[in-house]
Protein backbone atom coordinates (compact mmCIF):
# COMPACT_ATOMS: atom_id res chain seq x y z
CA UNK A 1 0.00 0.00 0.00
CA UNK A 2 1.58 3.39 -1.28
CA UNK A 3 0.92 6.60 1.36
CA UNK A 4 0.53 9.25 -1.51
CA UNK A 5 2.07 12.59 -0.52
CA UNK A 6 3.11 15.53 -3.26
CA UNK A 7 3.01 14.53 -6.40
CA UNK A 8 5.71 15.34 -8.41
CA UNK A 9 7.11 13.90 -12.08
CA UNK A 10 10.97 12.84 -11.34
CA UNK A 11 12.82 13.76 -14.45
CA UNK A 12 16.53 11.76 -14.94
CA UNK A 13 18.99 14.01 -17.35
CA UNK A 14 17.36 17.09 -16.37
CA UNK A 15 20.44 19.27 -16.65
CA UNK A 16 20.69 19.40 -20.48
CA UNK A 17 18.98 18.26 -23.83
CA UNK A 18 15.63 16.23 -23.82
CA UNK A 19 15.38 15.62 -20.04
CA UNK A 20 15.20 19.32 -19.62
CA UNK A 21 12.89 19.80 -22.15
CA UNK A 22 10.47 17.65 -20.70
CA UNK A 23 10.97 19.68 -17.25
CA UNK A 24 10.13 22.88 -18.99
CA UNK A 25 6.70 21.13 -20.65
CA UNK A 26 5.78 19.28 -17.53
CA UNK A 27 6.14 22.81 -15.40
CA UNK A 28 4.17 24.96 -18.00
CA UNK A 29 1.44 22.14 -17.45
CA UNK A 30 1.86 22.31 -13.58
CA UNK A 31 3.55 19.58 -12.52
CA UNK A 32 5.94 19.82 -9.11
CA UNK A 33 9.09 18.43 -10.22
CA UNK A 34 12.00 16.22 -9.21
CA UNK A 35 15.24 17.02 -11.06
CA UNK A 36 18.16 14.46 -11.20
CA UNK A 37 21.19 14.93 -12.89
CA UNK A 38 24.91 14.79 -11.80
CA UNK A 39 25.08 18.31 -12.36
CA UNK A 40 23.77 20.43 -9.64
CA UNK A 41 24.57 23.99 -11.04
CA UNK A 42 22.77 23.53 -14.01
CA UNK A 43 20.09 21.56 -12.36
CA UNK A 44 19.52 24.55 -10.03
CA UNK A 45 19.79 26.99 -12.37
CA UNK A 46 16.62 25.46 -14.71
CA UNK A 47 14.94 24.44 -10.96
CA UNK A 48 14.90 28.16 -10.35
CA UNK A 49 13.85 29.52 -13.90
CA UNK A 50 10.81 26.83 -13.80
CA UNK A 51 9.69 27.93 -10.00
CA UNK A 52 9.60 31.39 -11.36
CA UNK A 53 8.18 31.14 -14.32
CA UNK A 54 5.12 28.90 -12.93
CA UNK A 55 5.15 28.24 -9.70
CA UNK A 56 5.30 24.97 -9.21
CA UNK A 57 7.88 22.95 -6.67
CA UNK A 58 10.78 21.39 -7.51
CA UNK A 59 13.57 19.57 -5.84
CA UNK A 60 16.95 19.02 -7.61
CA UNK A 61 18.67 15.51 -6.65
CA UNK A 62 21.95 15.59 -7.95
CA UNK A 63 23.72 12.39 -8.39
CA UNK A 64 25.65 9.82 -10.87
CA UNK A 65 23.12 7.59 -12.07
CA UNK A 66 26.04 5.13 -13.38
CA UNK A 67 26.45 4.35 -9.23
CA UNK A 68 23.85 1.74 -8.93
CA UNK A 69 23.40 2.33 -5.12
CA UNK A 70 23.06 5.80 -5.70
CA UNK A 71 20.03 5.16 -8.32
CA UNK A 72 18.90 2.92 -5.54
CA UNK A 73 18.70 5.62 -3.05
CA UNK A 74 16.25 7.91 -5.01
CA UNK A 75 13.09 6.99 -3.67
CA UNK A 76 14.66 7.02 0.30
CA UNK A 77 15.28 10.61 -1.21
CA UNK A 78 12.19 11.36 -2.65
CA UNK A 79 10.52 10.03 0.81
CA UNK A 80 12.54 12.89 2.96
CA UNK A 81 11.04 15.02 0.97
CA UNK A 82 7.56 14.33 1.31
CA UNK A 83 6.98 12.99 -2.84
CA UNK A 84 5.33 10.69 -4.32
CA UNK A 85 5.95 9.44 -8.10
CA UNK A 86 3.38 10.33 -10.24
CA UNK A 87 5.84 10.04 -13.38
CA UNK A 88 9.08 9.14 -14.42
CA UNK A 89 11.15 10.20 -17.67
CA UNK A 90 14.33 8.30 -17.60
CA UNK A 91 16.28 10.51 -19.98
CA UNK A 92 20.09 10.22 -18.57
CA UNK A 93 22.11 8.60 -21.08
CA UNK A 94 25.16 8.80 -23.00
CA UNK A 95 26.82 6.88 -26.27
CA UNK A 96 29.87 6.56 -27.50
CA UNK A 97 30.77 6.92 -31.50
CA UNK A 98 33.47 4.86 -32.43
CA UNK A 99 34.48 1.25 -33.21
CA UNK A 100 34.21 -1.38 -29.92
CA UNK A 101 37.96 -2.10 -29.73
CA UNK A 102 39.09 0.84 -29.39
CA UNK A 103 36.20 2.20 -26.45
CA UNK A 104 37.63 2.44 -22.99
CA UNK A 105 36.23 -0.64 -20.83
CA UNK A 106 35.30 1.76 -18.04
CA UNK A 107 33.11 3.99 -20.36
CA UNK A 108 31.37 1.14 -21.52
CA UNK A 109 30.49 -0.27 -18.13
CA UNK A 110 29.24 2.72 -17.41
CA UNK A 111 27.19 3.08 -20.34
CA UNK A 112 25.54 0.36 -19.61
CA UNK A 113 24.82 0.66 -15.83
CA UNK A 114 23.21 4.30 -16.74
CA UNK A 115 21.72 3.28 -19.95
CA UNK A 116 20.33 0.15 -18.97
CA UNK A 117 20.87 -0.56 -15.05
CA UNK A 118 19.44 2.65 -13.56
CA UNK A 119 16.41 3.22 -16.10
CA UNK A 120 15.64 -0.83 -15.33
CA UNK A 121 16.19 -0.39 -11.45
CA UNK A 122 14.03 3.38 -10.80
CA UNK A 123 11.09 1.70 -13.12
CA UNK A 124 11.05 -1.35 -10.77
CA UNK A 125 11.45 0.63 -7.72
CA UNK A 126 9.15 3.65 -8.37
CA UNK A 127 6.46 1.46 -10.17
CA UNK A 128 4.46 0.98 -7.23
CA UNK A 129 4.08 4.41 -6.73
CA UNK A 130 3.15 4.87 -10.24
CA UNK A 131 0.31 2.50 -10.24
CA UNK A 132 -0.94 4.34 -6.79
CA UNK A 133 -0.67 7.72 -8.76
CA UNK A 134 -1.93 6.42 -11.99
CA UNK A 135 1.28 8.09 -13.39
CA UNK A 136 3.43 8.23 -16.73
CA UNK A 137 6.51 6.53 -17.63
CA UNK A 138 8.60 7.82 -20.55
CA UNK A 139 11.64 6.26 -21.34
CA UNK A 140 14.18 7.99 -23.59
CA UNK A 141 15.08 5.17 -26.03
CA UNK A 142 16.79 6.03 -29.40
CA UNK A 143 15.65 5.44 -33.19
CA UNK A 144 19.05 3.43 -32.38
CA UNK A 145 17.01 0.58 -31.09
CA UNK A 146 15.52 -0.28 -34.09
CA UNK A 147 19.20 -2.02 -35.12
CA UNK A 148 22.54 -2.62 -34.82
CA UNK A 149 24.72 0.21 -35.56
CA UNK A 150 28.69 -0.62 -36.60
CA UNK A 151 30.39 2.27 -34.49
CA UNK A 152 28.18 2.63 -31.71
CA UNK A 153 27.81 -0.65 -31.36
CA UNK A 154 27.40 -0.30 -27.37
CA UNK A 155 24.92 2.36 -26.98
CA UNK A 156 22.30 0.95 -29.75
CA UNK A 157 22.65 -2.38 -27.81
CA UNK A 158 21.76 -0.52 -24.45
CA UNK A 159 18.72 1.27 -26.73
CA UNK A 160 17.50 -2.01 -28.43
CA UNK A 161 17.18 -3.45 -24.34
CA UNK A 162 15.42 0.11 -23.42
CA UNK A 163 12.64 -0.67 -26.54
CA UNK A 164 12.24 -3.94 -26.08
CA UNK A 165 12.04 -3.63 -22.16
CA UNK A 166 9.26 -0.58 -22.26
CA UNK A 167 7.28 -2.57 -24.64
CA UNK A 168 6.89 -5.65 -22.45
CA UNK A 169 6.19 -2.98 -19.71
CA UNK A 170 3.38 -1.27 -21.29
CA UNK A 171 1.27 -4.87 -21.92
CA UNK A 172 2.36 -5.59 -18.26
CA UNK A 173 0.71 -2.50 -17.21
CA UNK A 174 -2.49 -2.46 -19.46
CA UNK A 175 -5.29 -1.75 -17.19
CA UNK A 176 -3.26 -0.38 -14.31
CA UNK A 177 -3.86 3.15 -15.69
CA UNK A 178 0.26 3.73 -16.15
CA UNK A 179 0.93 5.21 -19.53
CA UNK A 180 4.31 3.81 -20.54
CA UNK A 181 6.33 4.81 -23.85
CA UNK A 182 9.69 4.14 -25.28
CA UNK A 183 10.38 7.54 -26.72
CA UNK A 184 12.31 6.86 -29.94
CA UNK A 185 14.03 10.42 -30.87
CA UNK A 186 16.24 10.75 -33.75
CA UNK A 187 19.24 13.24 -34.28
CA UNK A 188 18.24 16.00 -31.96
CA UNK A 189 20.13 18.93 -31.19
CA UNK A 190 21.08 18.70 -27.56
CA UNK A 191 24.64 17.76 -25.92
CA UNK A 192 24.63 14.00 -27.09
CA UNK A 193 26.85 14.02 -29.95
CA UNK A 194 29.23 16.10 -27.98
CA UNK A 195 29.53 13.69 -24.94
CA UNK A 196 29.71 10.95 -27.40
CA UNK A 197 32.95 11.97 -29.13
CA UNK A 198 31.56 13.08 -32.43
CA UNK A 199 29.87 16.28 -33.59
CA UNK A 200 29.36 14.55 -36.88
CA UNK A 201 28.09 11.26 -35.82
CA UNK A 202 24.36 12.19 -37.10
CA UNK A 203 22.54 10.28 -39.72
CA UNK A 204 19.83 11.99 -40.98
CA UNK A 205 18.21 15.45 -40.21
CA UNK A 206 18.66 17.34 -36.80
CA UNK A 207 15.24 17.91 -34.84
CA UNK A 208 14.52 20.65 -32.27
CA UNK A 209 14.24 19.50 -28.40
CA UNK A 210 10.57 20.82 -28.79
CA UNK A 211 9.00 18.78 -31.47
CA UNK A 212 10.43 15.60 -29.65
CA UNK A 213 8.53 16.73 -26.41
CA UNK A 214 5.65 17.88 -28.47
CA UNK A 215 5.66 14.46 -30.02
CA UNK A 216 5.68 12.84 -26.76
CA UNK A 217 3.02 14.62 -25.40
CA UNK A 218 0.79 14.74 -28.73
CA UNK A 219 0.98 10.46 -28.38
CA UNK A 220 0.59 10.27 -24.62
CA UNK A 221 -2.88 11.95 -25.14
CA UNK A 222 -4.19 9.22 -27.78
CA UNK A 223 -6.60 7.16 -25.92
CA UNK A 224 -4.80 3.65 -27.42
CA UNK A 225 -1.21 4.98 -27.20
CA UNK A 226 0.95 2.09 -28.50
CA UNK A 227 3.96 1.30 -27.12
CA UNK A 228 6.78 2.86 -28.72
CA UNK A 229 6.87 6.52 -30.65
CA UNK A 230 9.72 6.89 -33.48
CA UNK A 231 10.01 10.98 -34.19
CA UNK A 232 9.61 11.40 -37.53
CA UNK A 233 8.41 10.26 -40.55
CA UNK A 234 11.59 9.70 -42.35
CA UNK A 235 12.69 7.74 -38.82
CA UNK A 236 9.77 5.91 -38.60
CA UNK A 237 10.33 4.50 -42.38
CA UNK A 238 14.19 3.65 -41.23
CA UNK A 239 12.96 1.43 -38.35
CA UNK A 240 10.40 -0.24 -40.59
CA UNK A 241 12.86 -1.21 -43.22
CA UNK A 242 15.57 -2.33 -40.63
CA UNK A 243 13.18 -4.24 -39.15
CA UNK A 244 11.88 -6.25 -42.41
CA UNK A 245 15.68 -6.07 -44.06
CA UNK A 246 17.58 -9.42 -43.95
CA UNK A 247 20.20 -8.91 -41.08
CA UNK A 248 23.58 -8.85 -43.22
CA UNK A 249 22.02 -5.92 -45.32
CA UNK A 250 20.38 -3.84 -42.86
CA UNK A 251 23.66 -4.06 -41.27
CA UNK A 252 25.75 -2.92 -44.06
CA UNK A 253 22.88 0.64 -44.57
CA UNK A 254 23.67 1.00 -40.97
CA UNK A 255 27.46 0.93 -41.55
CA UNK A 256 27.38 3.20 -44.79
CA UNK A 257 25.27 5.64 -42.96
CA UNK A 258 27.62 5.86 -40.06
CA UNK A 259 30.40 6.52 -42.51
CA UNK A 260 28.92 8.65 -44.40
CA UNK A 261 28.00 11.09 -41.24
CA UNK A 262 31.07 10.66 -39.53
N1 LIG B 1 20.26 13.79 -28.94
C1 LIG B 1 20.01 12.75 -29.70
O1 LIG B 1 20.30 12.77 -30.91
C2 LIG B 1 19.32 11.54 -29.13
C3 LIG B 1 18.68 10.68 -30.01
C4 LIG B 1 18.04 9.57 -29.51
C5 LIG B 1 18.03 9.33 -28.15
N2 LIG B 1 18.69 10.18 -27.31
C6 LIG B 1 18.66 9.87 -25.87
O2 LIG B 1 18.09 10.96 -25.20
C7 LIG B 1 18.49 10.93 -23.82
C8 LIG B 1 18.89 12.32 -23.41
O3 LIG B 1 20.04 12.72 -24.14
P1 LIG B 1 20.16 14.16 -24.76
O4 LIG B 1 20.11 14.02 -26.23
O5 LIG B 1 19.24 15.09 -24.09
O6 LIG B 1 21.70 14.47 -24.41
P2 LIG B 1 22.33 15.40 -23.30
O7 LIG B 1 22.00 16.82 -23.57
O8 LIG B 1 23.77 15.00 -23.27
O9 LIG B 1 21.62 14.96 -21.95
C9 LIG B 1 22.00 13.82 -21.23
C10 LIG B 1 21.53 13.96 -19.80
O10 LIG B 1 21.89 12.79 -19.07
C11 LIG B 1 22.53 13.19 -17.86
N3 LIG B 1 23.51 12.19 -17.44
C12 LIG B 1 24.55 11.72 -18.16
N4 LIG B 1 25.26 10.86 -17.42
C13 LIG B 1 24.65 10.79 -16.20
C14 LIG B 1 24.91 10.06 -15.01
N5 LIG B 1 25.98 9.23 -14.91
N6 LIG B 1 24.08 10.23 -13.95
C15 LIG B 1 23.02 11.07 -14.04
N7 LIG B 1 22.72 11.77 -15.15
C16 LIG B 1 23.52 11.63 -16.22
C17 LIG B 1 23.22 14.51 -18.22
O11 LIG B 1 23.40 15.31 -17.07
P3 LIG B 1 24.76 15.48 -16.25
O12 LIG B 1 25.88 15.58 -17.24
O13 LIG B 1 24.51 16.74 -15.49
O14 LIG B 1 24.85 14.29 -15.39
C18 LIG B 1 22.16 15.16 -19.10
O15 LIG B 1 21.20 15.79 -18.30
C19 LIG B 1 19.62 9.91 -23.73
O16 LIG B 1 19.14 8.73 -23.14
C20 LIG B 1 19.99 9.67 -25.18
O17 LIG B 1 20.50 8.38 -25.39
C21 LIG B 1 19.32 11.28 -27.76
Not at 112 to 117: D, H, T
Not at 145 to 170: D, I, N, R
Not at 200 to 218: C, H, L, P, S, W
Request: glycine share 8%; aromatic share 4%; charged share 20%.
Amino acid sequence: MVDIQRRAVVITGASSGIGEGFAHEFARRGNDLVLVARRAAALETIARTLRNAHDVHIDVIACDLSDLDAAANLPTALLERGVTASGLINSAGFGTAGEFIAEDPNRITSEILLNVGALTLLTRLLLPQLVATRGVIVQVSSNASHQPLPGMAVYAATKAYVTSFTEALWREMKGSGVRVLALCPGPTATEFFAVAGSETFKVGAVAEVKNVIDGAFRHLARSQAGPVLTVGKRNQLQGVLSRTSPRRLRLAVAARLVAEAS
